[in-house]
């Protein structure tokens, strides 16, 4: 067998007889790889640029594009359109009418007035005979009392009582004018058939003649206030503040405010239509 000898050293190839081979550069394989596979890559860019290119030219119509949204959209969204027509201006779309096209108010030119339509008229057997005139109103005033509510205020003989307005001349007694208050025109008066007034006298209510005193128009004024049931009032004397016409006994006499539900009930009394 032949000896293998070993490799001398490369820095003392003498010794041995035997020298490296430098008919290469070191390393030459390696550059030829890494030059073959940057050009392979720069040729596969190369090629996917120019397809790209080639599908980007191509005309889409059916695909959607994304077209920039109205004034009113929030910056920086966008949409997706159908793109115009080709050859057409880009702000045609901005004078196509809108899905629901409104009606003009104003009539055109060339179009005749519509006619108006009538109404149909119902059958003859749903006709309505013209309404009856309403009756003509009642005039005058009746005082009703609230907690008894089939009394009113009555005159009989020269004072005012609480009574139920059965007949005729009951209704009739029943009855009075109601006037702006002979003291104060916002409070209230109350006058007779027979032009005499309701007034106090020795707080007992009364239906005397007007004598033209000024005690008289004080004592024939009565101001309304609010009562404790809906609909009803109190009738405050003006020239005695404090006391309120009630009934006692079904009198009406000038009382003052107590602070019990007797008197509030008693002295509580409804406006209605008069009675004759």
């Not at 104003?106 to 013209?130: F, L």
Request: charged share 20%.
């Amino acid at each position: 067998m032949s000896e293998e000898k070993s490799r001398p050293p490369l820095g003392r190839p003498w010794e041995s007889g035997w020298a490296p081979d430098t008919t290469r550069a070191p390393g030459t394989r390696r550059l030829w790889l890494a030059g073959a596979l940057a050009l392979a890559t720069v040729t596969a860019c190369v090629t996917a640029i120019a397809v790209m290119d080639n599908r980007t030219a191509e005309p889409t119509p059916s695909a959607a594009q994304p077209t920039a949204l109205s004034s009113s959209a929030p910056g920086g969204l966008i949409s997706f359109a159908t793109p115009s027509k080709t050859g057409e201006a880009p702000e045609a779309d901005h004078k196509r009418p809108s899905p629901t096209p409104t009606r003009s108010t104003s009539p055109r030119p060339d179009a005749s007035p519509e006619p108006h339509t009538k109404a149909p008229k119902p059958p003859a057997s749903h006709r309505t005979s013209p309404p009856a005139k309403p009756p003509a109103a009642q005039t005058g005033t009746s005082i009703r009392s609230v907690n008894y509510p089939d009394r009113y205020w009555q005159i009989s003989g020269d004072y005012v009582t609480l009574a139920p307005a059965g007949s005729a001349s009951a209704r009739r007694n029943a009855t009075f004018e109601r006037v702006a208050g002979l003291a104060d025109s916002s409070c209230y008066s109350f006058t007779t058939a027979d032009g005499g007034y309701l007034r106090h006298r020795n707080f007992v209510l009364r239906a005397e003649r007007n004598d033209g005193s000024s005690l008289f128009r004080k004592d024939a004024t009565f101001c309304p206030r609010p009562a404790s049931y809906p609909g009803a009032i109190m009738l405050e004397s003006a020239n005695y503040p404090g006391r309120f016409l009630r009934h006692r006994n079904f009198q009406l006499r000038l009382d003052p405010y107590q602070y019990d539900g007797v008197y509030r009930a008693d002295s509580a009394f409804r406006l209605v239509a008069g009675l004759d």
